[in-house]
T-cell receptor, first 113, second 112 residues
Framework: NAGVTQTPKFRILKIGQSMTLQCTQD?????MYWYRQDPGMGLKLIYY???????DKGEVPNGYNVSRSTTEDFPLRLELAAPSQTSVYFC????????????FGQGTRLTVV | QKEVEQNSGPLSVPEGAIASLNCTYS??????FFWYRQYSGKSPELIMS????GDKEDGRFTAQLNKASQYVSLLIRDSQPSDSATYLC????????????FGTGTKLQVIP
């Protein structure tokens, strides 16, 4: 049982480059989330999705975009990378708001130089 | 005021002692409360959830909730070095998609 899988695990980007962080889950969860975690900080919600075709902004959406074409996949797009986007990114999923245990992927450590 | 506040620590306890981790929250309408454990360089994993006032026990872990005082705590009995990690408090608020807000975490060090 793979759970939530994120790729890549590490990435270095140059300022102004773009990239997509991939996230897929095999638990048939409706809810999926993207968080970022800066050193010594909690998790900040970037975007979330309550089902295929439905996405919405979280607390810190600027500089990011998402799509949800299938239940399984929830990629996060970074356009015009900036040093402020250096962080660890976690994708998570949950069955819904009622069962709000979130299962996390292993994270992607992104450095923008 | 931060929505979810935790002391960043580190909290150091000797092996076998009780570790007490605290969390306060600002939204009185909050409904559900969670404790996640995060080892260094790893992703968070849920260890406890609590929804009603009082205590909830699971093995060596006890979550305590006091909605009137807006705090939630986690007690770890017989602390082990393997408990050394950062513990994140998370709070689910009502309305909308019922967002979950995380605290910044408390780093726990269990000294052998």
């Amino acid at each position: 049982n793979a759970g939530v899988t994120q790729t890549p695990k590490f990435r270095i980007l140059k300022i102004g480059q773009s990239m997509t962080l991939q996230c897929t889950q095999d638990m048939n969860h409706n809810y999926m989330y993207w968080y970022r975690q800066d050193p010594g900080m909690g998790l900040k919600l970037i975007y979330y999705s309550v089902g295929a075709g439905i996405t919405d902004k979280g607390e810190v959406p600027n500089g990011y975009n998402v799509s949800r074409s299938t239940t399984e996949d929830f990629p996060l797009r970074l356009e015009l990378a900036a040093p402020s986007q250096t962080s660890v990114y976690f994708c998570a999923s949950s069955p819904g708001p009622e069962n709000t245990e979130a299962f996390f992927g292993q994270g992607t450590r992104l450095t923008v130089v | 005021q931060k929505e979810v506040e935790q002391n960043s620590g580190p909290l150091s306890v000797p092996e076998g002692a009780i570790a007490s981790l605290n969390c306060t929250y600002s939204d009185r309408g909050s409904q559900s409360f969670f404790w996640y454990r995060q080892y260094s360089g790893k992703s968070p994993e849920l260890i406890m959830s609590i929804y009603s006032n009082g205590d909830k026990e699971d093995g060596r872990f006890t979550a305590q909730l006091n909605k009137a005082s807006q705090y939630v705590s986690l007690l770890i009995r017989d602390s082990q070095p393997s408990d050394s990690a950062t513990y994140l408090c998370a709070v689910r608020s009502p309305g909308g998609y019922q967002k979950v807000t995380f605290g910044t975490g408390t780093k726990l060090q269990v000294i052998p």
